[in-house]
C-alpha cells in the first residue's frame, strides 16, 4: 500500500502563492506519475498538473504559467507551486500517485485551498 499525505493548503488573496507537498509513504516502489487534481465545489474532479519520471510535466491551460509541478524523489515528495492565485482556483486539491499511466492510481486526502477576491 501507499500513503499520500498532502499539505500546505489554505486561505490566500487573489494574486497570492501558495505550495503543496505531497509526501508518498508505503510500498512507494517505483511511482513513476505523481499528479495534482483538484475538485471544486459542484464541480468534477479535474486534472491540474502532472508529472512523469524522466521530467515530462503536463498542465491544464488554465493553470498554465502559474502553476509549476515538480518531485523530490530522494524524499518521495511531489509540489505544486501555486502562483498569481484566482479565486476560480478555489478546490480542494489532491495529490494522486501511480506506477505508470493508466494504473491503478492511489490518492491522497485531500487539502483546501480558498483564494478570496
Known amino acids: 500500500q501507499v500513503q499520500l499525505v498532502e499539505s500546505g493548503g489554505g486561505l490566500v488573496q487573489a494574486g497570492g502563492s501558495l505550495r503543496l507537498s505531497c509526501v508518498a509513504s508505503?510500498?512507494?516502489?517505483?511511482?513513476?506519475?505523481m499528479a495534482w487534481y483538484r475538485q471544486a465545489p459542484g464541480k468534477e474532479r479535474e486534472l491540474v498538473a502532472r508529472i512523469i519520471s524522466g521530467g515530462t510535466t503536463n498542465y491544464i491551460n488554465s493553470v498554465k504559467g502559474r502553476f509549476t509541478i515538480s518531485r523530490d524523489n530522494a524524499n518521495n515528495t511531489v509540489y505544486l507551486q501555486m502562483n498569481s492565485l484566482k479565486p476560480e482556483d478555489t478546490a480542494v486539491y489532491y495529490c494522486?500517485?501511480?506506477?505508470?499511466?493508466?494504473?491503478?492510481?492511489?490518492w491522497g486526502q485531500g487539502t483546501q485551498v480558498t483564494v478570496s477576491s
Open positions: 508505503g510500498s512507494i516502489g517505483s511511482l513513476n506519475v
Open positions: 494522486q500517485a501511480a506506477r505508470s499511466v493508466g494504473s491503478v492510481p492511489y
